[in-house]
């Protein structure tokens, strides 16, 4: 039987007995270090997106108090006025009366692109803490409404990555956002990336706009996607508010 071992793998010893190589276990201490940190990266990654899941669970059952916004369908929406898309009557006593009085983390509306296959319960407030919920509404920013500038941001990687497919958001496709109250449609009219100290794309506008924050690329902080829509409509839900 051949004994012969490859000399690269093996070094004498002082007793004269061969053992592996110091590069060797060098290299096969590393491949383990990586794996380790590939498998905890890998193990956290689920942990957040449990996290982000069991928390928009509990959102969507309390949901089941706002009426429309727990089901939302074509159907459930009331006829506008003829001559407007848009139905803001009562619009302060009710959508911004309930926004103003929600407290933070609590459900700001439902989130529906169609293009991202998202579904997704907004909350009231951008903070970190915050975020693991779900895309949150920045609370410097105008509520939707008929004017204004509307902000919600949400995350790209990790707690469920609401706004990993932001990206592939193109001109003229629809964003709808429900309050317990009204569906507020939107219309992509621009995507654009800027640097983290660009907050005034979140400044106020007279024309009701929203606007979508995430960082990017993915992985990283560098910079922000930004999607802006405009409102092209705004119509009232049937049971709107009630249980």
């Not at 074509?74 to 006829?79: S, V």
């Not at 692109?113 to 920013?141: A, C, F, N």
């Not at 496709?173 to 219309?187: A, Q």
């Amino acid at each position: 039987m051949n004994e012969s071992v490859a000399t690269d793998t093996l070094e004498p010893s002082d007793s004269g007995i061969q053992r592996p190589a110091f590069g060797r276990l060098v290299a096969h201490a590393l491949g383990n270090v990586l794996l380790g940190i590939a498998l905890g990266i890998g193990i956290y990654y689920l942990a957040t997106d449990a996290v982000s899941w069991l928390q928009q669970k509990s959102l969507r059952d309390s949901m089941d108090s706002l009426g429309a916004i727990a089901s939302p369908a074509p159907d459930r929406l009331l006829p506008g006025p003829a001559e407007s898309p848009f139905d803001f009557e009562g619009w302060e006593s009710e959508d911004a009366a309930y926004w103003h009085a929600l407290e933070r983390g609590g459900v700001f509306g439902r989130l529906l692109i169609e293009r991202m296959e998202l579904d997704v319960v907004v909350v009231k407030g951008h903070q970190r803490d915050v975020l693991k919920s779900g895309p949150g509404w920045v609370d410097y920013t105008d509520y939707p409404g008929p004017t204004g500038n509307c902000g919600v941001s949400g995350h790209r990687t990790t707690y469920g990555a609401p706004f990993g497919r932001l990206d592939e958001l193109e001109v003229g496709d629809t964003i709808d956002l429900y309050s317990p109250f009204r569906r507020y449609r939107y219309e992509v009219t621009t995507k654009f990336r800027v640097t983290p100290d660009r907050v005034d794309v979140l400044d106020h506008t007279e024309e009701p706009l929203l606007t979508l924050t995430a960082c990017d690329p993915p992985y990283s902080a560098r910079l922000r996607l930004i999607v802006q829509a405009k409102l092209i409509e705004a119509r009232r839900l049937e049971d709107a508010g009630q249980e």
